[in-house]
């Protein structure tokens, strides 16, 4: 007599397989899809996306100041558009001159053949100049914009400036970064491989080196959770809300604290958004220090290893990054660390991952003394990173 298979076991054979499969799709298929439609549009696209949302959406009168912002371009864009100007008059000069001859040539000649002959020898003069002239100042421009100023501790061009100065304080080392940009697009973010999803992992160095960084900092390690928005280089990855309080960094460059809990990631992407990062707490707002003493993320302990980044003004920003769990720096609690973001002028600070996954990346090279990695000496893999770049 044969026997009948037990209707729970079928049940629980089909709940494993489907677990399974939401397992791997959520794992690989979605995240490789999300980022493959982000692909499609260029980083110049989404900014112009973002921007045009922060403009649709009235964030740029929230009466933040964005004219007259404390960045100096170094000569460059200013040179270059002197050089233009300069060349432009050379050419039209030249292709006057030009012109005047020809027209004086044909007037004294008695033949129709003649006074042709002259025009197109003025108009291959004319189009010589122009040519010539044009290729200077392309030459120029090129010339100037691929010179930036670099030193062990600064870079600077016509868009980007990055000075860092190194710190005691605490008893811990404390390296500080000031950044000035001339467009909110230069402050950019990357994910490990190039792709969005759980468990997908690279060193902060691997990831920077990849992107041409010129500096970048460990991120908010979205991929150890599956809730809070993920918003990057204008695009929603994530909308679950693990009410937590948010950096949100606008296409105009001003920095400003969202509650998970009062909005939703397709309203900050609506009103122009141009990164999102949920790791917290805000730190420094309007200001002031909005910490208290003894405040801690989770269990961590009081002091750590840490990485933030605030705003001074819109497109000039101030990251900072300590040592800690050393026997030279024991680390930073979350209320020194505010207070270095406000002692150097912030207006707005915001605390990211930290711990091991503490890292900051200068041109080529690690500058901290990361405490992760398995023997806790070296670069933790993260998600993501934050980084200065093109």
Known sequence: MRKKRPVFGMIYGVVL????????????????????????LSSEELFASATA????????????????VNYIPHGS?????????????????????ATSAASAGAAGDTTAEDSMAGENEALSAASAAETTAAAQAGENASDSAAEPVVTSSSYSDENISVTITEETIAGTQVYIADVQLSSASYLQTAFAEDTFGRNIKETTSDMAERNDAILAINGDYY????????IRNGV???????????????????FAIADESETTAQELLSSGAWQVLSFGPALVEDGEISVSIGEEVDQAMNSNPRTAIGMISPLHYVIVVSDGRTEESEGLTLYELAEVLQEQGCTVGYNLDGGGSTTLYFMGEIINNPAGGRSGSSERKVSDIVYIGY
């Open 17 to 40: 397989t489907a677990a399974a499969s939401f397992v791997l799709l959520d794992t690989f298929v979605i995240p490789k899809a999300q980022t493959a439609a982000a692909a499609e």
């Open 53 to 68: 949302a922060l403009s649709a959406s009235g964030t740029e009168d929230n009466g933040t100041e964005t004219d007259g």
């Open 77 to 97: 864009a200013a040179l270059q558009e002197g050089q233009s100007t300069e060349a432009a008059a050379e050419a039209a000069a030249e292709i006057s001159a």
């Open 223 to 230: 991929g150890f959770r599956d809730y809070g928005y993920v």
């Open 236 to 254: 929603l990855y994530r909308d679950t809300s693990g009410d937590s309080e948010d950096l949100v960094i606008y296409a105009d460059g001003t």
